[in-house]
């Protein structure tokens, strides 16, 4: 993910974000398919560091956890007792290591909800695939369903594809339903064959399609692109449990993410749905106006999800 530097009062507008994204050349490895090999060679032979910055909330115990084979970090706030969980599964594009937006975003969830955030750092390709990855992130919930309670998950961009699949497989194989699913610009169907993706990528400053596919032709691995595990857009939707949806329309992720919200709704999913004209992929992760107030949607969604149950007098 992109780094925007900017204090963290500072505002940028919605209408600098794109020109930016534009000028750094953030979609080069996405929009075609050598460009996009040189990334994952890249990335393969120079890991990102994946810890969180020096510099996080005060609020905020950050401890982590090497036993099951991976760094799985929590995050916790530093007073009152924290109710229920959320695993956050960060974005970039199955490729890229999680960014200071997500661990940021994963603090604020922590302080301000009140809650345990545990964010693993989980294989990236070409080491990982999506049916091992879903497997990791479906056992992490039920093993923090048995520690801390009421569990939700949430995921941006290819965290949000992971989220959605996990959340159909806890559904399937488990009969466990989240109490919420918040998706931030999520991937949905990785053929990338819808033809309205087309119409929205010249407006897209971030993403492209071609690039795209190398990195999903490793994840997919032995699965075919039509898996939910892969593309949860093609999994059934009943009794999901309610979802929290974004996009901006400058994303080719919208034309899937519109069917998405169409096909809940139509199976009875309880779904919440924010579409930002003129904004970015992920753009609640982003320092501006509209990306604050996508944050604060974010962590109400989870409040009111996490929120402890009321009891009738009798």
Known sequence: MTAFHTSRASFLSRRVVPAYLRIIRANRAFLTAEPA?????????????????????????????????????????RTGRPRGNVVYVHGGAWVNEIAPQHWQLAADIAAEVGTTVTVPIYPLVPFGTAEQVVAIIAKLVLDNRSRYGEVCLAGDSAGGQIA???????????????????????????SLSNPEIDVVLPTDPWLG??????????????????????????????????????????????????????????????????????????????????????????????????????????
């Not at 120079?46 to 995050?75: F, M, N």
């Open 37 to 77: 090999r040189e990334h994952l060679r890249d990335r393969s032979l120079r890991p990102k560091a994946y810890g969180p910055p020096r510099r996080l909330r005060s609020d905020v115990v950050v401890s982590v956890d090497h036993s099951r084979g991976l760094p799985i970090y929590t995050l916790i706030p």
């Open 164 to 190: 959605l699949s996990t959340a159909q497989v806890l559904r399937d194989q488990h009969q466990v339903v989240l109490p919420s699913t918040v998706l931030i610009s999520p991937a949905l169907e990785l």
């Open 209 to 314: 399609k071609e690039g795209t596919r190398v990195f999903i032709e490793l994840w997919r691995g032995e699965l075919p692109l039509t898996d939910p595990r892969v593309s949860p857009l093609l999994g059934e939707m009943r009794d999901l449990g309610p979802l929290t949806v974004f996009s901006g329309t400058r994303d080719i992720v919208l034309p899937d993410i519109r069917l998405l919200v169409d096909k809940a709704r139509d199976a009875g999913v309880e779904v919440d749905y924010h579409e930002g004209a003129g904004l970015v992929h992920v753009y609640p992760l982003t320092p501006t106006r509209e990306g604050r107030l996508g944050k604060q949607q974010i962590l109400d969604a989870l409040s009111k999800a996490l929120a402890p149950a009321k009891t009738t007098a009798p």
